[in-house]
């Protein structure tokens, strides 16, 4: 597409090719998460042990623990991102930082569902206003926030900078989240401790192994599309202009 | 005597020796009570759960990113075309020098 016009877009070098060894990695990656997936999913479903005091619901451990462990990946990414544009102003940066909060959403949801079930069956609610429940909320709530601002401003240097100040503040919440069961208290589970945690079976740990290799890659690829479209709707947004200076209207 | 073992009423369940007043107002639970929640069908749905964020979040990437695609590539040809058929500027040798 570059090459095709005749002056070339500053911002269209940041953008990854559609073809090429790019594609291929994209394609290689996606790939792995989906072979991992499936290798998660057997093993939870044939080889990790029923627990014994709550049964089968227990199975959602597998892939709620490692959902919050992405949510946290996503918003380390929307930080990175977000301090890598306040500090260089590239689109590139910007583009990763809103991809990492969009995964952060979607992984937070992820836990805010899965989490409840599990609570229904372990403490006969579904929800408690626990110090780790309370602080996974409102960082989810700061990520939707992010993503609803990104959608509903404008795409000007003002409202990436606002933004990006978002993200970087919003990761503030972050350590807050993961030291509140230890020092609040609270009904959560410590299940993942420094000790060893209390995962007592060899398969049981290697589902929980599984399940944060698989969200680790999944976190990775959705990012990497999330942010290659973030550069193609600039890239549309410059060419949109030129053709505008061209004087080519409409479709 | 049997037949007159048969004709009596059962044993009345425990809990509704209560008058109907007391029934209305105190609620007692049933000890042993099967489980209200199954373990399985919250499993399920969890995961149905988890699986729908993902494929929505997906699908609807790839949607953008193929409509993206689509729109680059005609603003490109487009682009290509117009600067292709805009007469030449009198002095041919600078504006090849600026392209």
């Given at each position: 597409?570059?090459?095709?016009?005749?002056e070339?877009?500053?911002e269209?070098?940041?953008?990854?090719?559609?073809?090429?060894p790019?594609?291929?990695?994209?394609?290689?990656?996606?790939a792995?998460?989906?072979?991992?997936?499936i290798?998660?999913?057997s093993?939870i479903?044939?080889?990790?042990?029923?627990?014994?005091?709550m049964?089968?619901?227990q199975?959602?451990?597998?892939f709620?623990?490692p959902?919050?462990?992405?949510?946290?990946?996503?918003?380390?990414?929307?930080?990175?991102g977000?301090?890598g544009y306040?500090?260089r102003?590239?689109?590139g940066?910007?583009?990763?930082a809103k991809a990492?909060?969009?995964?952060?959403?979607v992984?937070?949801?992820?836990v805010?569902?899965s989490?409840?079930l599990?609570?229904?069956?372990?403490w006969?609610?579904a929800w408690?206003?626990?110090?780790r429940?309370?602080t996974s909320?409102?960082?989810?709530?700061?990520?939707v926030?992010?993503?609803?601002?990104r959608?509903f401003t404008g795409?000007?240097d003002?409202?990436?900078?606002?933004a990006?100040?978002?993200g970087?503040?919003?990761?503030?919440?972050l350590?807050?989240?993961h030291?509140?069961?230890?020092?609040?208290?609270g009904n959560?589970?410590k299940?993942?401790?420094?000790?060893?945690?209390?995962?007592?079976?060899?398969?049981?740990?290697l589902?929980?192994?599984?399940?944060f290799?698989?969200?680790?890659?999944?976190?990775?690829?959705?990012?990497?599309?999330r942010?290659?479209?973030?550069?193609s709707s600039?890239?549309?947004?410059?060419l949109e202009?030129?053709?505008?200076?061209e004087?080519?209207?409409?479709d | 005597?049997?037949?007159?073992?048969?004709?009596?009423?059962?044993?009345a369940?425990?809990?509704?020796?209560?008058?109907?007043?007391?029934?209305?107002?105190?609620?007692?639970?049933?000890?042993?009570?099967?489980?209200?929640?199954?373990?399985?069908?919250?499993l399920?749905?969890a995961?149905?759960?988890i699986?729908?964020?993902?494929?929505?979040?997906?699908v609807?990437?790839?949607v953008?990113?193929v409509?993206?695609?689509?729109?680059?590539?005609?603003?490109?040809?487009a682009?290509e075309?117009?600067r292709?058929?805009?007469?030449?500027?009198?002095?041919?040798?600078?504006s090849?020098g600026?392209a």
């Open positions: 597409m570059q090459s095709t016009l005749a070339p877009l500053p269209a070098a940041a953008a990854p090719p559609r073809s090429g790019v594609d291929y990695g994209f394609l290689a990656m996606a792995a998460t989906a072979i991992s997936f290798a998660t999913i093993v479903s044939f080889r990790a042990p029923v627990e014994a005091t049964g089968i619901v199975k959602i451990f597998y709620h623990v959902a919050a462990y992405s949510m946290y990946l996503g918003a380390a990414v929307c930080f990175f977000s301090a306040l500090a102003g590239t689109r940066w910007d583009a990763v990492g909060a969009e995964v952060a959403v992984m937070g949801f992820m805010l569902i989490g409840p599990w609570a229904m069956k372990a006969g609610v408690t206003w626990d110090p429940l309370t909320m409102l960082s989810v709530l700061i990520y926030a992010y993503v609803l601002l959608g795409d000007g003002a409202e990436r900078k606002f990006a100040a978002l970087v503040l919003g990761a503030a919440n350590p807050i989240i030291y509140s069961v230890q020092k609040w208290g959560h589970p299940v993942i401790t420094n000790g060893g945690g209390g995962l007592q079976h060899p398969d049981m740990k589902a929980l192994g599984l399940g290799l698989s969200f680790t890659l999944l976190t990775v690829i959705l990012v990497w599309a942010a290659r479209m973030e550069l600039s890239k549309l947004a410059e202009q030129e053709a505008l200076e004087g080519i209207g409409g | 005597m049997q037949p007159l073992l048969l004709l009596q009423a059962p044993p369940p425990t809990g509704t020796t209560q008058s109907a007043d007391d029934r209305s107002q105190a609620f007692k639970p049933v000890t042993g009570a099967p489980e209200m929640q199954s373990g399985e069908r919250l399920v749905i995961y149905m759960a699986w729908l964020c993902v494929v929505v979040l997906i609807l990437s790839y953008k990113q409509r993206l695609d689509q729109r680059i590539a005609a603003l490109g040809s682009l075309r117009a292709r058929d805009r007469p030449s500027p009198p002095s041919k040798t600078d090849d600026d």
